[in-house]
């Protein structure tokens, strides 16, 4: 279980970001634990991962400030999957996707993957292998913002 752990969060530092633009990144991991009050209602918590076990869901989240004295133009933040995770969703976010070790990239809903018998099927979000954010417009000197993604322990 340690060693599932270990991989998560060793798995939390981005594999790219110019660092030429020098925007600072600050990441981390929290399970997502249902909770019911006394008067009934659900709420979700957002909880330190002490511990995980197959089927937790996490919530991976991206911190990122422009701490460069220029803009952060055409930035690039792409997250490999953890191997212990199967990628669920991004929240509202649409993030590119790969589900080729980062070989070619989509949204979820354009790729597909190879079958043993030579055709292809639609890729689905356990054939996720990395996770990719390429910023539209410059991070102002100074911006801020958040990202995040959802993954379930396999």
Do not use: C
Request: aromatic content about 8%; charged content about 20%.
């Amino acid at each position: 279980m340690r060693t599932v752990l270990f991989l998560l969060l060793a798995a939390l530092m981005p594999a790219q970001a110019l660092a030429a633009n020098q925007v600072a990144l600050d990441n981390a991991v929290f399970v997502e634990r249902v909770s019911t009050d006394a008067e009934g209602k659900q709420k979700i918590l957002l909880e330190e991962p002490k511990v995980v076990v197959p089927g937790d869901r996490l919530v991976f989240v991206l911190n990122y400030r422009n701490a460069g004295a220029q803009p952060a133009d055409k930035f690039v933040i792409t997250n490999p999957m953890p191997s212990a995770v199967r990628f669920a969703d991004s929240g509202d976010t649409r993030p590119f996707v790969s589900v080729d070790g980062g070989k070619q990239w989509g949204l979820l809903a354009d790729l597909s993957v190879p079958m043993t018998d030579g055709s292809r099927r639609a890729a689905q979000p356990a054939d996720v292998t990395h996770v990719r954010w390429a910023f539209q417009k410059p991070i102002p000197v100074g911006g801020t913002g958040k990202l995040m993604f959802r993954g379930v322990v396999k």
